[in-house]
Nanobody, 127 residues
Framework: QVQLVESGGGLVQAGDSLRLSCAAS????????MGWFRQPPGKEREFVAC????????YYAESVKGRFTISRDNAKNVVYLQMNSLKPEDTAVYFC????????????????????WGQGTQVTVSS
C-alpha cells in the first residue's frame, strides 16, 4: 500500500525558509512523478510544483516560481520542497502526491493526474 508522509512544516516569519520532505513507501518511487499541492485556510487546494520520476522535468505555480524548489532523492524515496522567501500568503497545509505517470507536464497542476496523497503538513508564515 502506498504511503506518503510529509514533514518539515512549522511556524516561521516572513522571509524565512523551510524545507518540506515527503517520504514514500509501498511504491517503486523512482517510477513515478511527484507533486506538491497546498490548501490555504478557507480556500481550495492548489498546485505548487511537480517533478518527473528522475528529476529531469519540473514545473511550478507562478506564485512560487523563483522562491520554491522541488527535488527528489530516489535512493531515499523522498521528495523535497525547499521554500525560500516565505510570505504570509504561503500559509497552508502542504500535501505531496504521487503522479499516475513517470513524466510530468505543464498541465499537471490538476489533482486528477495524481493517484495517492499524503496527509499534509501545516506551514504558517507570520508577517
Amino acid at each position: 500500500q502506498v504511503q506518503l508522509v510529509e514533514s518539515g512544516g512549522g511556524l516561521v516569519q516572513a522571509g524565512d525558509s523551510l524545507r518540506l520532505s515527503c517520504a514514500a513507501s509501498g511504491v517503486t518511487f523512482s517510477t513515478y512523478g511527484m507533486g506538491w499541492f497546498r490548501q490555504p485556510p478557507g480556500k481550495e487546494r492548489e498546485f505548487v510544483a511537480c517533478i518527473s520520476s528522475h528529476g529531469g522535468s519540473t514545473y511550478y505555480a507562478e506564485s512560487v516560481k523563483g522562491r520554491f524548489t522541488i527535488s527528489r532523492d530516489n535512493a531515499k524515496n523522498v521528495v523535497y520542497l525547499q521554500m525560500n522567501s516565505l510570505k504570509p500568503e504561503d500559509t497552508a497545509v502542504y500535501f505531496c502526491a504521487q503522479a499516475r505517470t513517470s513524466y510530468v507536464a505543464s498541465n499537471y497542476y490538476t489533482s486528477s493526474h495524481y493517484a495517492y496523497w499524503g496527509q499534509g503538513t501545516q506551514v504558517t508564515v507570520s508577517s
